[in-house]
Structures are given as structure tokens and as C-alpha cells.
């Protein structure tokens, strides 16, 4: 189970946040994480740092609250 506090966000929650579709949310975390690795920093795939994240969108707590309340419900 994965919680409000995580470090990583998973595609789902791009997609629930973002409201797009599976393959746009791949596409993003790609993208940031070239960045990242063009910084110096280790990647995982089709995981993307919640800072780096809300930093790219704008995001305040609240909605990522939102997404994880949507994905751990049954």
C-alpha cells in the first residue's frame, strides 16, 4: 500500500493528478526523469520523484491527497 508521503509517484497517480490517459503520464515521467539523469541523478523507471513532480506542475498536497484517496479505494 502506498501512501500520501511517498517519496516516488507511480503512473497511476500522474494519471489520476493530470487526468490523462496511461501513455501521456509515461510520456511525462520520461521526460522528467531525462532530466533528472542529465542532473546526475539515479532514475527508477515509471517512478518519478513527488518534489520534482509538483515542482514541474504545480501541484499542492491536496491533490495528490485526492489521488491516493482515488487509488486506495476499492
Request: net charge positive; aromatic share 10%; charged share 30%.
Amino acid at each position: 500500500m502506498r501512501s500520501t508521503t511517498a517519496k516516488f509517484l507511480f503512473v497511476e497517480d500522474v494519471m489520476q493528478i493530470l487526468g490523462i490517459s496511461q501513455s501521456k503520464a509515461y510520456q511525462i515521467m520520461r521526460k522528467i526523469n531525462r532530466e533528472l539523469e542529465a542532473e546526475g541523478y539515479e532514475t527508477i523507471a515509471g517512478r518519478v520523484p513527488r518534489r520534482r513532480f509538483c515542482e514541474k506542475f504545480y501541484c499542492g498536497d491536496e491533490l495528490l491527497e485526492i489521488a491516493a484517496a482515488a487509488r486506495l479505494l476499492p
